[in-house]
């Protein structure tokens, strides 16, 4: 298998507090990654450091075989919105913007044209049993549903790596639950490499392969059975 | 819950303290600009009724011994210099405003700015006009302005009797002369409507600064067990707490600055420090309605939010405005057009008629405002490409009210400036001054109220022998009263101001040689007058008209002479467009007014526009934040925000602009019947650097945008 992303020997400190501290940690195309850890670990700094959010005090960060860490910020963001994708916890959608507006807006922010964008958002509300809320406003959403447009808005433009920072740390477990099986479904559908932090068992056990970051460092890598 | 509120907005920790002194310096600057127009609008009734007091009417009879009083205006150089001849006809006579006593004959009071001009100028051109003995100078009791050309001269009571405006008065200053309603509304409207308003917006604006942080605080306090009121208790004291201090330092910015303000001429003219002052009324209305206004802001706002234990939910999408608003808007103008042609005869009836017209308008705008933002935001986001676009169109449509908030004063501002300098502008150039060095503002005449049966040869001859005095002319009475005023041998004609038509002996001319509202012109051909050339010399003498090089030394020189020859005038020896030089400096002092309006409103509503885009950051700091983690640029993030402010802005500034000249042109077309003037390039170009000082003050928040959109928001939030 080729890998897609990986991390090598990365330090990271906010300011004098280190936070980690040599992580290590490659990801093969199409898998699924569950980082784990305790509050404070560094997982989320681990996977801002993958994505290219944060640049490493040392260390590398690879991505099709370029460093991602020695890019400029302009390159960075470029990767990001290109040929990333990102979920995070809440909060992500621009609330005066229509739920199909918001899920086009990676490709406007692209170059596609207005009326491409959303015609390939719209394709998204069928896929992620979002029917008939193309015209909603977020502040009109549940949690659950709110959760499927960003999934949506993470997954319109083909990402080849889709970041997810707890994507379900907001939701009740049976919405939860159904977010990941539409994330995990549809990134299997479009051979998207998962790199997923969270702090549940049970949303980890939707990865392809856990692994656990404790005091800076990737710990214990463990490959489940699929 | 008040004790709590005041200890958690002075001793909150560090952020509360640092909101607590941005909001309280933001409305400092609003206080303190409040403090200018109210005493600016003190000051300009200072000014009218001081000017208003050079011009007393008569006491009611019965009093001891009368002052005799009469005010004329006589002119030099264009400036209007308020000549009052006064004289005491006995001990108990009351003593003119300004000087110790009343000067006796042959003695005078002079304005400080007035004794200056005397001290520059050559005493042929202007201190002749005085003769007799300077008793001192005027003080700014009797004084419109410091820069006010007033004299007092002494006579006796018969020659000040016989002077025209004569009257009698037994007392002096006791009664304030009534202004003019018109002019005070139309001063306090203008001022009222084009400033005012901004600054209150802004305070209003300056308050919710930190809004939303402050609503994530009270959603806290709801968690362990606030109740509503209670969070509206804290938010109003937070705000009023803030306000009381920056209402207590804009008091002290606008006492600190009160001389160096006084000194700026906002009317044309510089006002006395003094008059730059607060009524108990003003202090009250300031210190207690500022926070006040600021408690209520904030209960107001917090209405506007849902503050729940677990959170804040903002509203979702407010109720659309609908077009009724336009209403107001559309009768106002309806109702100026509907006057064109039907002006009515009085004074009072026509500001019956267009002072309502123009305040529907103002009222029509506010209203239809958001409707308008609404309307052009749609448009906007349905026809958007680029995300920025879409985002700004789709906030500026969502919430039209809040967007079309921070910019109302700037339409306001506009629209009453651009009325006001359409106006002024059409009337400057169709009254203005003659052309500088054209033979109209070189023509010095001065008719006689009274039929003079002749002129003596010594005057005529002083006239001829000033340098650069080419024709000094006697012009006779016409006796057909249906003709031109005057008659003239047809040999006599300055070859300036015309000549007969062919086998003419006299010809009937005008008083000045210039016909009223006409330039002179030596083509001119004069009509023949049914008088022979023996009979016209038997006719009286209607007025001497002199005509020089132009320069202001033969002009001013050889008005000196006619006023001295003939003291009693009843209008002073004038040059065609003296009477509209002075008026229209008048009218620049008011576009000078309105431009520093237009400056100050907008530079205002940049601020406003700044607190708002600020607020509106905060709002959205998070989806701004992962928005730019996942990859989309700042730049368009800064365009969305710069979009959200600027086009608005920009919109509502073309259609101020807009409505205030199709106004000004329903006003002009009505009153008196001009059709509107385009205003000058400085017009534009003020409301350019306005509008750029507007942008910029914008622009100063987007690093703001940078700073609180890192990635260090994804993680703490």
């Known amino acids: 298998m080729t890998i897609a992303i990986e991390a090598r020997n990365v330090v990271f400190s906010f300011g004098q507090t280190p936070a980690l501290r040599g992580a290590s940690l490659a990801v093969e195309a199409g898998e699924i990654v569950a980082i784990m850890g305790a509050s404070g670990s560094g997982k989320s700094t681990l996977l801002h450091c993958l994505a290219g959010i944060l640049v490493p005090d040392s260390g590398e960060v690879l991505f099709d075989g370029a460093r991602v860490d020695s890019m400029a910020e302009a390159q960075r963001s470029s990767l990001r919105r290109d040929r990333f994708g990102f979920v995070f916890q809440f909060g992500q959608l621009v609330p005066e913007l229509t739920t199909a507006e918001n899920v086009a807006l990676p490709l406007l922010l692209s170059g596609v044209r207005r009326a491409e964008a959303l015609r390939k958002a719209y394709g998204w509300f069928e896929r992620l049993g979002l029917e008939g809320l193309e015209h909603r406003r977020s502040g009109e959403l549940s949690g659950g549903q709110a959760q499927r447009v960003a999934l949506a808005r993470g997954l319109v433009a083909g990402p080849e790596v889709l970041f997810a920072d707890e994507p379900t740390g907001a939701l009740d477990s049976l919405t939860g639950e159904q977010v990941m099986d539409l994330l995990v479904t549809a990134a299997r559908e479009q051979g998207t490499t998962v790199i997923l932090v969270t702090h549940e068992p049970r949303v980890a056990a939707y990865a392809d392969r856990e692994v656990i970051v404790r005091d800076g460092r990737v710990n214990a890598p463990d490959r489940i059975a699929s | 819950m008040i004790r709590f509120g005041l200890r958690l907005a002075v001793a909150g920790g560090r952020e509360a303290l640092t909101r607590l002194v941005i909001i309280a310096s933001a409305v400092a600057v609003g206080a303190g600009l409040l403090l200018v127009t109210l005493a600016g609008l003190n000051a300009v009734n200072a000014q009218l009724t001081r000017y208003a007091s050079l011009y007393p009417s008569a006491s009611a009879e019965g009093g001891g011994d009368p002052l005799w009083w009469s005010t004329r205006e006589d002119y030099f150089r264009g400036d209007q210099i308020v000549r009052i001849d006064v004289a005491a006809s006995g001990q108990g006579s009351p003593t003119p405003v300004g000087i110790p006593e009343t000067p006796g004959p042959g003695e005078y009071y002079l304005s400080p700015e007035l004794t200056t001009l005397l001290a520059a100028t050559p005493a042929a051109e202007l201190a002749d006009r005085y003769p007799g003995r300077k008793l001192g100078t005027i003080g700014e009791a009797a004084l419109p302005s410091p820069d006010a050309l007033v004299v007092i001269v002494g006579h006796t009571v018969d020659d000040v009797a016989a002077l025209p405006h004569a009257r009698q008065l037994t007392s002096v200053g006791a009664d304030t002369p009534a202004l003019p309603e018109t002019v005070v509304d139309l001063i306090v409207g203008v001022i009222a409507g084009g400033l ?187 026809r958007a490409r680029r995300p920025a676009a879409l985002i700004a169109a789709r906030r500026l449509a969502d919430n039209p009210k809040a967007g079309f908030r921070a910019i109302s004063g700037i339409m306001l501002a506009l629209f009453v400036t651009s009325v006001s300098i359409g106006v002024i502008t059409t009337i400057v150039a169709n009254r203005g001054p003659a052309r500088i060095g054209s033979t109209d503002a070189g023509t010095v005449s001065t008719s006689f109220s009274d039929d003079q049966p002749s002129v003596p040869d010594a005057l005529m001859a002083e006239l001829r022998a000033i340098p650069g005095v080419r024709s000094a002319t006697a012009i006779h009475r016409n006796p057909d009263r249906m003709a031109d005023p005057g008659v003239l041998a047809c040999t006599d004609i300055p070859q300036a101001y015309g000549r007969c038509a062919d086998g003419v002996a006299v010809a009937a001319v005008a008083e000045s040689l210039v016909p009223f509202g006409e330039s002179a012109s030596a083509t001119r051909v004069w009509p023949a007058a049914p008088v022979s050339p023996a009979d016209l010399r038997r006719l009286p003498v209607a007025s001497i008209v002199v005509g020089t090089d132009a320069s202001s030394a033969s002009v001013e020189r050889s008005r000196t002479v006619l006023s001295l020859a003939y003291p009693d005038f009843w209008v ?105 003037t385009a205003p000058g390039v400085e017009f534009y170009a003020i409301v350019l650097v306005g509008l750029a000082a507007c942008l910029g003050i914008i622009a100063s928040t987007l690093p703001l945008l940078e700073r609180i959109t890192g990635p260090e928001t994804a993680r703490s939030e």
Not at chain 2, 582 to 610: E, H, K
């Open chain 2, 196 to 382: 005012l308003f901004p600054v209150l917006i802004f305070i209003g604006t300056a308050t919710r600064l930190s809004a939303a942080r402050r609503e994530q605080r009270f959603a806290a306090m709801r968690l362990v067990g606030a109740t509503p009121r209670q969070i509206s208790v804290i938010a109003a004291t937070e705000a009023a707490a803030a306000a009381v201090a920056g209402t207590a330092l804009g008091f002290a910015l606008f006492y600190a600055f009160r001389g160096q303000l006084a000194a700026i001429p906002f009317t044309g003219m510089r006002f006395f420090p003094d008059d730059m002052f607060l009524r108990p009324l003003d202090i009250l209305v300031v210190a207690l309605g500022v926070p006040a206004g600021a408690a209520l802001a904030a209960w107001v706002s917090l209405r506007r939010v849902r503050i729940s234990p677990l959170g804040v939910t903002r509203q979702v999408t407010p109720r659309a405005p609908r077009a009724y608003r336009l209403i107001p808007l559309v009768l106002g103008v309806a109702e100026l057009a509907f006057f064109i042609g039907r002006r009515p005869e009085t004074s009072d009836g026509q500001t019956a008629v267009f002072l309502p017209g123009l305040l529907l308008i103002m009222a029509g705008l506010v209203l239809a405002g958001p409707w308008l933002t609404m309307v052009g935001a749609r448009v906007l986001a349905s």
């Open chain 2, 572 to 676: 002073a020896p004038n040059a065609p467009g003296d009477f509209e030089s002075s008026f229209t400096d008048q009218l620049r002092g008011w576009q000078q007014l309105a431009n520093v309006i237009i400056v100050a409103s907008l530079g205002l509503a940049g601020c406003s526009l700044a607190v708002s885009v600020v607020g509106g950051l905060s709002e959205r700091r998070r989806p701004f934040s992962l928005l730019r983690l996942s990859g989309a640029p700042v730049r368009v993030l800064r365009r969305v925000v710069a979009l959200e402010s600027a086009v608005p802005m920009l919109a509502v500034a073309v259609v101020a602009v807009g409505m205030g000249f199709v106004a000004a042109q329903l006003f002009l077309k009505a009153q008196m019947d001009y059709t509107l």
